[in-house]
């Protein structure tokens, strides 16, 4: 893998602990007495639950504690809609349902416990199909759906968790009027987030107050959790994240905090639960969503984009989890960074008996634009147009109007795709079982509360104390540069005090790819306090006014007399140096979206990334393998501020995009069960199968967006790399795959005239 350029570096924190295997994750944390967890899932996908009988299992020797619905509060929780239980009390709506929870003195024991807790059915039909689940016949997977609490703008009715339109000018009369309508239909498996650390918790009692050890991504998420979940206040949970192995999403949210916590009180000790892979794949109510996607497009001669009209349905599984917003995130991407003069989508997520859905990096985008970057190419050639050249018509610009009529600044997506296209080499003459395909993407930032403090040791070094979540990606490691940057001193010299929800202010955690966009902000904003307190103390020693003065190599010193100083170290050790921060929270762009139904927040994107993913692919006919030779990877995330590390990004969501084309999908039975979960049938890129990775950024000036016009990073690279991959995959084959993944099968199938 290559990059466009180099930056400089610096030793990451976390980076000495990892490498030599001394660093703890949640599974190594050992405390004494511990017991160990096991939950009893339901035997059914849909069912009424009749009876639950534990005895069996509280008799087996070694057990310390068995857990239904009836020893925790009756309490709802979830994200937008709150429809869901710790423990299954009256139905269970999909496999991974959990009807109680065992602690024993062994795994082994805990398991075996777990299998003897009796559970008496009234089997309920299951509904699979969640696009035939808005028929006004169709079963309800929550029949008290209106007793629930949630989010009036969601527009739920029985089925449909959320509604979402996007409406903009008249399409139909557009579409009937327009020179070229292409029409297409795209369906999509689910996707897992499969990190490689398989999710682990610990849950340990002092009176009324609990201590969890979680590999979570969103510690202050999963403590409200278990407070609601338990009815005690906040305050009386801790939430400690030790190394996390990696989450991409899948460890967002509350999940099994409160199971185990719940259990640790009942045995009157700490209780820890290590999930088996395929518990991770079976149990986490937490993947990406299945779509059902249909696209209409009408164009003048020239490329104009007259109308769009799409529909969409999404498979939001058994519970609302965190992935309310779906449907207007979707309806986003189904119009794309493109100029269109009038729009008429619309978007239904739909509760279903399947595993539940919520946030895989960049939910719902890669799915929708792998879609929409193939109408796009479908579109340019009905027009007797390059496809490169169709995207250099109609996507956005300085002062464009989106599908919202938000009016857009300078953002780089025009810029991406000539980058991509030049680094790929686009043009150049190919085997005839070879071939490039071109894809264009945009991702939102998300703005947030958030909070941090900076403090000088009397030695003149100093601490950091973050609520923001490191989960590999780097955003957290590079916190001590930029503090240093503003202090004139090494990184080195600074320590993390991070992921513990009693030592920081809250913190959204690692998700929406906003560490950098909010954590930093809050970090940098402490970091202006400690560099004004120096100044002043300086200032007072060395008889000088604050503003001429300057922090350079780890003293303060007077403005061209470098020889007229005062060292850090000499005034913490003789002061208090301490800041604390959160900055201004970024406003989200007006938008004119009245006619629009479902509006949650996303009908305007702040701070747009934009992306172009080029890639060329090897097919071969027979088969329909697809190899992946080369990716060329353009974006604009604004200011680059930790290259290495936004480096890593693109490289690790360029892997998962073809991933998500190639491999990756979530076989159901008739029933909604798993039918591959684990990695011998869900197959992974590695390493190994990598192609070459050409990486370019555009830093445009972004105001109004995060810390020294800095955007997101982490979820944008897994966008277009599907599109980029099926475009090039028709133009061998002369065939367009309208599933995904695109796996050798469906290939030679599409080639074949069966797809």
Sequence with gaps: MTAAAETATFVRPDGKEKVTGAGRYTADVTLTGQAHAAFRYADHTHARVVRIDATRARALPGVLAVVTHEDVPDVLYGGMVQDRRLFARDTVRFEGDIVAGVAALTPELAREAAALVEVDYEPLPVVTDFDAAMADDATLVHPDWEAYEGDDALGRAGNVLGHSTIVKGDADAAIARADVVVRGRYTTDPVQGVPIEPRAVIAEWAGDRVTVWSSTQVPYAARAGVARTLAIPESHVRVIVPLLGGGFGAKC????????????????????????????????????????????????ADGTLVARRARLVLDCGAYCGEGGFFAQMAAMHAAGPYVIENVKIESYLNYSNTQPSSSIRAPTAPQVCWALEQHMDELAEALAIDPVDLRRRTLIEDGAEGPTRQVFDHVGIRETLERAVELVGDGEELPEDEAIGVACGWWPCFAADAGAYVQLNPDGTGTIVTGAQENGTGAVMA?????????????????????????????????????????????????????????????????????????????????????????????????????????????????????????????????????????????????????????????????????????????????????????????????????????????????????????????????????????????????????????????????????????????????????
């Design 253 to 300: 949210d509350f999940h099994f905090e409160g199971h185990v916590a719940a259990l640790a009180r009942a045995a009157g000790r700490p209780v820890k639960l290590v999930f088996s892979r395929q518990e991770e794949f079976v149990a986490v109510g937490h993947r990406r969503e299945g779509m059902v996607i249909e696209l209409e497009t009408g164009a003048r």
């Design 479 to 755: 916190m001590p540069a930029f503090v240093a940057a503003e202090l004139g001193m090494r990184p080195e010299d600074f320590a993390l005090h991070y992921q513990d929800t009693d030592a920081a202010p809250w913190d959204m955690g690692s998700c929406g790819s906003q560490t950098t966009f909010n954590s930093v902000r809050a970090v940098l904003a402490a970091t202006d306090e400690v560099r004004e307190q120096l100044l002043e103390a300086a200032a007072e020693r060395l008889e000088a006014a604050p503003t001429d003065l300057e922090l350079v190599e780890g003293s303060v010193r007077v403005k061209g007399s470098p020889d007229k100083s005062v060292s850090i170290a000499d005034l913490a050790s003789a002061g208090t140096f301490h800041g604390k921060g959160s900055g201004d929270v970024p406003d989200s762009p007006p938008v004119e979206a009245e006619g629009c139904l479902g509006r949650l927040g996303l009908e305007s994107f702040l701070a747009p990334q934009t992306i172009t993913h080029a890639v060329h692919v090897k097919v071969d006919r027979e088969t329909g393998t697809v190899r992946v030779l080369r990716v060329a990877a353009a974006h604009d995330s604004g200011r680059i501020l930790n290259r290495v590390g936004a480096d890593g990004q693109v490289y690790g969501g360029v892997v998962m995009g073809i991933g998500q084309a190639l491999t990756e999908g979530t076989q159901l039975d008739e029933a909604g069960r798993h039918r591959n979960p684990h990695l011998l049938d869900y197959k992974l890129v590695t390493a190994s199968d990598a192609p070459r990775i050409d990486i370019a950024w555009v830093e445009i000036d972004t105001p109004n967006a995060g810390p020294k016009g800095s955007k997101g990073i982490g979820e944008p690279p897994c966008v277009p790399t599907a599109g980029a991959v099926a475009n090039a995959i028709a133009k061998v084959t002369g065939a367009r795959v309208r599933q995904l993944p695109m796996t050798p099968e469906r290939v030679w199938a599409s080639i074949e005239g069966d797809a």
